[in-house]
């Protein structure tokens, strides 16, 4: 499954989560909310600058500890494609600007938020 955050999160009600794919390492996500892979949040675009948007994904064990696979953080503390890629959506407010990321091994710190 995956899982998307938009922190800072003081309330935690940020947390978007997919289903889960079975039986494969390397799942591709087509939720339908409002349109294939995408998230909505609900957010004045001034707080926008302030957040960062992590997803992760994770290997569902039933019985078992979940695996992390990768994540990926986009916001001001990002940096390279991420980052350019958070610039580019806050220049372009009510556009959607779509991009793919590698994911990396290392958890985004700030999920214990």
């Not at 996500?29 to 707080?47: L, M, Q, S, V």
């Not at 064990?61 to 959506?89: M, P, T």
Request: some cysteine.
């Amino acid at each position: 499954w995956r899982a998307g955050y938009l922190k800072p999160d003081e309330n935690k009600k940020s947390k978007h989560k997919t289903a889960v794919k079975k039986k494969t390492l390397n799942p591709e996500f087509n939720e339908y909310k409002p349109t294939p892979g995408e998230f909505c949040y609900d957010i004045k675009y001034a707080d926008l600058t302030k957040k960062t948007l992590e997803v992760t994904v994770w290997d569902y064990d039933i019985g078992k500890s979940n695996d992390f696979i990768g994540g990926v953080s986009l916001g001001i503390n990002a940096n390279g494609e991420r980052l350019k890629h958070w610039f580019d959506c806050l220049k372009n407010k009510d556009k959607k600007i779509e991009r793919w990321h590698t994911l990396t091994n290392e958890l985004p710190g700030a999920l214990n938020d």
